[in-house]
């Protein structure tokens, strides 16, 4: 904020929002994810996460956990969209005793099962792993699901991440190849800050496992039962990495996109912010929560006046009846339901759907660059205009 300097007393001439209102530089990033740029990443890696997952099923991995207990009854691909079906026979953890917050703050329940389906279906898939009753055969399909997940999101996340980031800094961003080069160059990082973490998980897992071996037998079980606080306390630091992972994975992949780091910095920076500014994050994811629903309303009427739009042009040729019967046919019904003219449109209008369906995917992205900016400035106080424009050698 700059003040006038007069005798009478200081009156404001100019605000500078970013300095008022840093947290201002989100409602840039969803501005920026409706870049064309950003919105061919978006579905070039929801188009892949799609077809990995749908060679997964194919292959006949288990899709999660079944039966009593199982959070996950199935993955189902349908048309593009994968979702995974909460199983009502149990929970992920196999029941409230494992679970205390049910108890403590029953409204948090409640309240998660209100978050939109893309969120819930991903947190049921990486609780399928860390479920207690899972099977091996389980635990193998979600982590390969995951594995591929993640790397496919090193390569585009990582893409949409250097575009928007250098955008928000007024640098030239660079366009769909360029982006796309640039994340197939620095995906390493970004996965390996997930692996890298996760073989942390498993070592530190180890002694736990010792002890579930004990636990096979009756006296094993009561000699768990006495040690079990020493074991709930080095679960703590099972937490820590596993919330931070799941957590600051985004920012992992945006450290990459803005600093051009390596996997080590990714995951020193991420930790370090969620765990130093944790309240000033959750205050920035409901800021784009909250900014989500009118980008997404805007992005809706778009693709709907879009289509709309391309029939009724089409239409003042086809006159009302032709019309009509075209739009019957769309809808599976009339004589022209089975024409190939009519297959087509619906192909195209499909992929109309399904650009809109990976728009959320883009503003991801685009609002996880901005949360990193953000919180490097809260603990680091970087600016959040300095990007890493070039490598050691010149290399861009």
């Not at 300097?5 to 920026?32: K, N």
């Not at 029953?106 to 899972?134: K, M, N």
């Not at 074991?231 to 820590?240: N, R, T, Y």
């Amino acid at each position: 904020m700059s003040n006038a300097s007069q005798p009478s007393g200081g009156v404001v001439h100019e605000i500078r929002w970013s300095d008022a209102l840093p947290w201002w530089i989100i409602f840039r990033a969803a501005a920026a994810a409706f870049s064309p740029t950003v919105i061919v990443l978006g579905a070039l890696g929801a188009a892949a996460t799609w077809a990995g997952w749908s060679a997964g099923n194919q292959l006949g991995l288990a899709g999660g956990i079944s039966g009593t207990g199982g959070a996950v009854a199935a993955v189902q691909v349908d048309e593009g969209a994968v979702l995974l079906l909460p199983d009502a026979g149990g929970d992920v953890f196999g029941g409230a005793v494992l679970a205390p917050s049910r108890d403590a703050v029953p409204w948090l329940e409640g309240l998660s099962a209100r978050l939109p389906e893309p969120l819930i279906g991903a947190s049921q898939l990486l609780a399928v792993p860390f479920s207690p009753t899972a099977t091996l055969q389980e635990m193998g399909g979600a982590l390969a699901r995951i594995g591929w997940f993640v790397l496919v999101w090193s390569i585009f996340g990582t893409a949409i991440s250097r575009h928007v980031a250098l955008r928000l800094a007024g640098e030239e961003a660079p366009g769909i190849l360029g982006a796309t080069l640039y994340g197939s160059r620095k995906w390493l990082p970004s996965f390996n800050s997930v692996l890298f973490v996760l073989v942390g998980i498993m070592a530190m897992s180890v002694p736990g496992a010792l002890l579930g071996l004990l636990m096979r037998t009756e006296w094993g079980l009561a000699f768990a039962g006495a040690v079990w606080p020493l074991v709930l306390l080095g679960a703590v630091v099972l937490a820590i990495l596993a919330v931070g992972v799941v957590a600051g994975w985004p920012l992992m992949v945006a450290a990459v996109g803005v600093e051009r780091g390596d996997s080590f910095q990714a995951i020193s920076t991420s930790f370090s912010y969620i765990y130093q500014r944790p309240l000033h994050y959750a205050f920035y994811g409901l800021v784009a929560l909250l900014i989500a629903v009118p980008a997404l309303v805007v992005a809706g009427v778009f693709a709907d006046a879009t289509g709309t739009l391309a029939m009724w042009a089409a239409s003042l040729g086809m006159g009302p009846e032709r019309t009509r019967a075209v739009l019957e046919g769309l809808a599976g019904q009339g004589p022209t339901a089975g024409s190939w003219g009519v297959k087509a449109l619906v192909f195209w209008t499909r992929g109309l759907a399904a650009l809109l369906s990976s728009f959320g995917w883009g503003y991801f992205w685009a609002i996880a660059t901005a949360v990193y900016l953000l919180l490097r400035q809260d603990v680091d106080g970087t600016e959040m205009d300095e990007v890493v424009i070039d490598e050691p050698g010149g290399a861009q």
